[in-house]
């Protein structure tokens, strides 16, 4: 079979021909450029550590096959990110939130906020909302940051200082006021173990003097991830949110850089609430085929790959959601062959799901950053088809499954 994601000018060769030169690429030991070279001894065990493919990867083709497949990975990764163990033990809990009155901005109301996930963690987060609200419902965006101590402040535009603002807005940001400006209402929390309010100090610099990591030990010891830990807080954020009168609970967009595009593919894939989700400069395959893991340890799932396979899988559970990945051309932290591998698997599996259009990716210019011109126009065009396809109940609001008669 050829493989669907050569380019078109590769395709029109004749197999046998495509076959070869397949063959001779695969062989040639600058097939393809690595991205990093460890020592020529390491690399027999590194090629045999990471040779068994995930037991739920998908492999799959059809609908019916996916349906199965989808059930029973998220299940697991649910399993994996500490989840279900954090359901058992903090089923009694009653999550509380705390909102501060507006604030009135230029051209937004900005709300300061905290939420009590479990009992001793309190988030903070910015809910920032179009000024002209009116009693339309608005589509919810979530924007989630990565290792950046006040990333919550980057994304919703609260500057310390100038340098602040030119590095935010250097960076494609801030996406929390970009996202209110086409007309939804934010909400920009605090990750858990990267925002400065909220990390676990790594003291006497045990854990490489480096909080997020200290959050990956503590949370392994207790059964947990680092990521379990942050999706949590992202889904109990969420049942607040989505209980707002002036939110549409149908329209629900998640994006995030780096960290928090991680976060975002996490969240997405096990909360069916998440309708659209932004991975920016974070897609990719776990490894290059070196053996070179891309995401900060803080990212790390224990028995991931030999039980789920790849990055990839997790964004494929998304389907048949929309789903855009944008990475940036001269990312130094990505590969992009690793990048693309990751990429046609995702395809493939949308394809299965009968969804290829709902996954795009591109590629932006620059670097580790947002690219709003890619983002926002794709966004508009995916929440403009969804305002077609749900026929929304006259009493309640609520979108059902399909317009009648159709
Ligand atoms: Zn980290």
């Known amino acids: 079979m050829i493989p669907y994601d050569l380019p078109m000018a590769l395709r029109s060769l004749p197999a046998v021909v495509l076959l070869l030169l397949i063959l001779c690429a695969s062989n040639l030991p600058g097939g393809e450029p690595p991205f990093v070279e460890y020592p020529a001894d390491l690399k027999p065990y590194l090629a045999t550590l990471h040779q068994r493919p995930g037991s739920l990867s998908f492999q799959g083709e059809s ?17 994996l990110l500490g989840l279900k163990l954090m359901e058992q033990t903090l089923k009694e809990f009653e999550p509380r939130v705390e909102l501060s009155p507006a604030q009135e901005r230029t051209d937004h109301l900005r709300f300061s906020g905290t939420i009590e996930t479990e009992p001793g963690i309190r988030i903070p987060f910015w809910l920032l909302k179009p000024k002209s609200i009116g009693s339309r419902p608005h589509p919810l965006a979530i924007c989630s940051h990565g290792h950046d101590r006040i990333g919550r402040h980057t994304y919703a535009g609260v500057w310390r200082n100038e340098a602040h603002r030119q590095q935010g807005t250097n960076r494609g940001g801030p996406i929390g006021i970009q996202a209110v400006r086409h007309g939804f209402i934010a909400l920009v929390p605090a990750t858990r173990g990267l925002a400065e ?12 003097k480096r909080p997020c990591r200290a959050q990956l030990i503590h949370a392994l010891m207790a059964g947990r991830t680092a990521v379990g830990e942050r999706v ?3 889904q109990r954020l969420l049942d607040w949110g989505l209980t707002q009168p002036d939110v549409d609970p149908s329209k629900v967009l998640m994006m995030g850089n780096s960290g928090g595009g991680v976060l975002t593919v996490h969240t997405a894939a096990i909360d069916p609430r998440i309708s659209i989700a932004v991975p920016s400069c974070s897609f990719t395959s776990f490894r290059s085929r070196e053996g070179y893991i891309f995401h900060c340890d803080c990212c790390l799932i224990p028995r991931v790959q030999v039980e789920l396979g ?13 789903l855009l990945a944008i990475n940036g051309h001269t990312d130094g932290l990505h590969h992009r062959p690793a990048v693309e591998r990751a990429v046609a698997r995702v395809r493939r599996i949308y394809r299965a799901a009968g969804a290829t259009s709902q996954f795009r990716h591109l590629w932006g210019a620059a670097g580790h950053q947002f690219y709003p011109d890619l983002m926002w126009p794709l966004i508009q065009q995916w929440l403009n088809h969804e305002e077609g396809r749900f026929h929304r109940d006259p009493a309640t609001g609520l979108p059902q499954s399909a317009p009648p008669g159709s």
């Open 63 to 79: 609908g019916p096959e996916l349906e199965r497949w989808r059930r029973k990975a998220r299940g697991r990764l649910k399993d």
């Open 197 to 208: 309010e909220i990390e676990l100090p790594d003291l006497k610099g045990r854990h490489g």
């Open 232 to 234: 949590w807080d992202l």
């Open 310 to 322: 790849d990055f990839s899988d997790i964004g494929g559970l998304i389907s048949p959601r929309p």
